[in-house]
């Protein structure tokens, strides 16, 4: 019986000894921290265990990158190539851009925020240190083809700050000389609001400011003629303005604004403004 079971594994079952239930735990116990690290390394892309590397057989990781591998093979790294197949930080490099076309790239950048003169673009461009010669080209170029407009520039300003601010002609005039705006230029965009456009927008002003306004009549009168001022406009308008406005507010404002002489008031302030 013995000589058959040693023929069986070619050698006698005493060449092996027989494993005790201590020794078989002890020997899973050592094994299966093994077998639990190599699970644990190929679920999580790392090393398996025993410090394996690429060239000992690591495993991959899910986007192909072997651990431990040569650094320029990651994703992202410069001297991996990119889709067009060009590398990283290596490779062709783009071509340096002429000074005319960083010119036109800062004009429209200034443009996509708001409509822009002439000399504010040219301002910005000496600013950018762009040279007078690629300056007047550009602009220029982009006068032909109407991407800026000085005259419809001066026209929008005016008819929205007019009409959303309420700014009076002097004002409007300040603004397009701090544009840049040629004088002839604006005098003509200006010529939209007139005397009585100038009257009208003072009264709309002054009525909605008396709404919420409180104090004395004198202190309200004072407050709202500067406000006008303030708005540009001339010293006659806004004491006229704010003085029929109060005559049509109570009976109190209305005996302060019949004691005022609107004419003589104006007089003396156009005075004290030359």
């Known amino acids: 019986m013995a000589g058959r079971r040693g023929a069986r594994s070619g050698r006698g079952w005493d060449a092996?000894?027989?494993?005790?239930?201590?020794?078989?735990?002890?020997?899973?116990?050592?094994?299966?921290?093994?077998?639990?690290?190599?699970r644990r390394g190929r679920r999580s892309g790392g090393e398996p265990s025993g410090g394996g590397d690429a060239h000992s057989g690591g495993y991959p990781h899910r986007d192909g990158e072997v651990p431990g591998g040569d650094a320029d093979l990651r994703p992202g790294h410069p001297g991996r190539p990119d889709r067009d197949g060009r590398a990283r930080g290596g490779g062709r490099s783009e071509p340096p851009r002429s000074e005319s076309e960083v010119a036109r790239e800062i004009c429209l950048r200034q443009l996509a925020v708001r409509p822009r003169t002439r000399a504010e673009l040219a301002k910005?461009?000496?600013?950018?240190?762009?040279?007078?010669?690629?300056i007047s080209e550009v602009l220029d170029r982009y006068d032909e083809v109407g991407i800026i407009d000085d005259a419809a520039f001066a026209r929008a300003w005016v008819s929205s700050r007019h009409h959303g601010r309420g700014l009076a002609r002097r004002a409007l005039a300040n603004e397009l000389r701090q544009r840049g705006v040629d004088p002839e230029v604006a005098g003509e965009a200006l010529e939209a609001v007139d005397d009585e456009a100038e009257a009208e927008t003072a009264r709309a002003l002054v009525d909605r400011k008396l709404r919420t306004a409180s104090g004395a009549p004198d202190a309200i009168f004072r407050r709202l003629v500067a406000m006008l001022a303030r708005k540009g406009y001339p010293a006659g308008v806004a004491i006229r303005a704010v003085k029929d406005a109060l005559a049509a507010r109570d009976a109190e404002a209305a005996e302060f604004?019949?004691?005022?002489?609107?004419?003589?008031?104006?007089?003396?302030?156009?005075?004290?403004?030359?």
Request: proline residues 6%; hydrophobic residues 40%.
């Open 257 to 274: 604004a019949d004691a005022l002489d609107a004419d003589a008031l104006a007089d003396e302030a156009s005075g004290l403004e030359s």
């Open 16 to 38: 092996i000894p027989p494993r005790t239930g201590a020794g078989m735990a002890a020997d899973d116990d050592a094994a299966e921290p093994r077998r639990a690290s190599g």
């Open 124 to 134: 910005v461009l000496t600013r950018k240190e762009i040279s007078e010669e690629v």
